[in-house]
């Protein structure tokens, strides 16, 4: 008999085929169970191979989180030193104090950066003309009636001298401000902290910092620097070498730069340089993640003086490694860049040192331009200041051409062109603030009623504010300023430096200042 085996399709037996049709034979147990072995292995292979994936991307999502963790990042914020470069802005205040955009002061933008950033616990270390400072501070950023910060703080720091013979000196530089009160960093309120942020209080910039502790963490970081890319323009400046002969000096000479290796590691330190020590700091910044077209414009990085530090090598730093260090960006972190992993991170936006007179006035007419390189004016990143509830601003048949009018102003019957007036500024008729060079108006603490102001005039005396037929450009106008009518202020000699404190104001890189308090009386020409 001829015999034919086939495989029934569909069938669970097989089929014998002869002569007389096909008889089903019942498959053999064995087989049955190698099939579902096979077919159970295959899925035991890919079920593991999903739960392997999916473990990694849940690992990977936990590890993100963690490194963002803002309940484990402190903030400290550096109260700057006496601020000679701002005076007489800093006559009677501390650095970041100093009012600026009209209705904030300097310490309003760490503030805000830390509060946007998630991150609640904050030192303020504090040392020169602190009142306004601390004043502000406790008015802005209180439990009670300002920014709430959940289980977080916002701690003033002042110098403060303690028992013996090194307790009895005031802050000596960054390092030694922090390294005075290193012990808060072993408190209980602290334990929980993982890494340090230092930050400087006269900056004027938007940052996310948990960005910058991330990037910190997931590198393995030991210290993280934050930097500018800085372009190879060269200034209208000129400087003199010993031969007395000139040459063009790049903008990138204004910055203490730094060198990185191709991981982003920070190798080498240079203040300043020029020449060929300038060329000798280049570095290729798509590194730190900058478009290649952008970085051939950008090969130098600056640091802006604002770091991340694991806590431990931080402490150990300040107490053990350079106990008698002074300063964090010139002398402890070029020298500790030899054994600790130091990182560059690349902030690629706007920033500004408001050091000097002249960046102090440039950076808040900068906020006038259109669009302006920095604005105040971000609903998902605003700048918190103190609650003053002061009213809309009243202007009178004024023309005011791009400028800033903060609020409780009273403007009548003047022209404001490419200025910034601050808060409960009162201008006078026919008063021309004018353009180019422009002014800076930093407003008053405080208003003066009609009744007062009626009774000064009928004195021959000057109330609060700008009286009428009055013209002033290139100048800086600071808080409570009383300046009479028919003055001019226009430095038209082009005077450089000049202290007329006995006449109430001062004359700083070309820029006058009308000082707090003063009186400018009627029919001044200055």
Known sequence: ??????????????????????????????????????????????????????????????????????????AVILGGGAGTRLFPLTKRRAKPAVPIGGAYRLIDVPMSNCINSRINKVYILTQFNSHSLNQHLSRAYDFSNGIAFGDGFVEVLAATQTPGSEGKRWF??????????????????????????????????????MDFVQSHRQR???ISICCLPIDDRVLDLVDVDVNNSFFNVSRASDFGLMKIDDTGRVISFSEKPKGDDLKAMQVDTTVLGLPEEEAKKKPYIASMGVYVFKKDILLNLLRWRFPTANDFGSEIIPAS??????????FNDYWEDIGTIKSFFEANLALTEQPPRFSFYDADKPMYTSRRNLPPSMINNSKITDSII???????????????VGIRSRIGSNVHLKARPDTVMLGADYYETDVERGELLAEGKVPIGIGENTTIQNCIIDKNARIGKNVTIS???GVEEADRTSEGFYIRSGITIVLK??????????
């Not at 860049?337 to 690349?346: F, G, N, P, S």
């Open 517 to 526: 308090n003063s009186i400018i009386p009627d029919g001044l020409v200055i």
């Open 1 to 74: 008999m001829d015999l034919r085996v086939a495989a029934a399709p569909g069938a669970a037996g097989v089929r014998v085929l002869g002569a007389g049709g096909g008889a089903r034979v019942p498959p053999r147990p064995w087989a049955l169970r190698c099939r579902r072995r096979r077919l159970s292995v295959r899925m035991s292979v890919a079920t593991t191979e999903a739960a392997s994936a999916a473990a990694a991307v849940a690992a990977s999502e936990e590890e993100a989180l963690a490194a963002r963790n803002s309940k484990t990042v402190a």
């Open 337 to 346: 860049a030899k054994e600790i992993d130091v990182k560059a991170y690349l």
């Open 220 to 222: 393995g970081a030991g």
């Open 491 to 493: 430095n038209s000699q």
């Open 406 to 420: 903060s609020h409780g102003c009273f403007l009548d019957n003047c022209r404001i062109e490419h200025s910034v």
């Open 172 to 209: 000596q530089g960054t390092a030694d401000a922090v390294r005075q009160f290193d012990w808060l960093f072993d408190d209980a309120k602290a334990k929980d902290i993982e890494d340090v942020l230092i930050l400087s209080g006269d900056h004027l910039y938007r940052m996310d910092y």
